[in-house]
């Protein structure tokens, strides 16, 4: 089982548009600060692939509530 990764808020990841002097710039976090380029490569890997998870979760749960939705429709207008 993998390790659970540390969940970021949308603007903790995204922030403000960086300005000229951030350009370029990567900020360190405690997770990153002691991994070489093979290890933050394996952290990256495993970050996309519990986002593919998270998604396919999500497209499930979509398409329920479509089908949900559509029995429900169809209930109605009989």
């Not at 548009?17 to 952290?43: F, I, M, R, W």
């Not at 509530?65 to 209930?75: A, D």
Request: glycine share 6%; charged share 25%; with cysteine.
């Amino acid at each position: 089982m993998m390790p659970r990764l540390p969940v970021y808020s949308r603007d903790a990841l995204l922030g403000g548009a960086p300005t000229n002097s951030d350009a370029g710039k990567s900020k360190e976090t405690e997770v990153t600060a002691e991994l070489d380029a093979s290890g933050l490569l394996q952290l990256q890997n495993q970050i996309m692939r519990q986002q593919d998870t998270e998604l396919e979760n999500m497209e499930k749960a979509i398409g329920n509530t479509k089908v949900q939705f559509m029995c429900y429709s169809s209930f109605e207008s009989s």
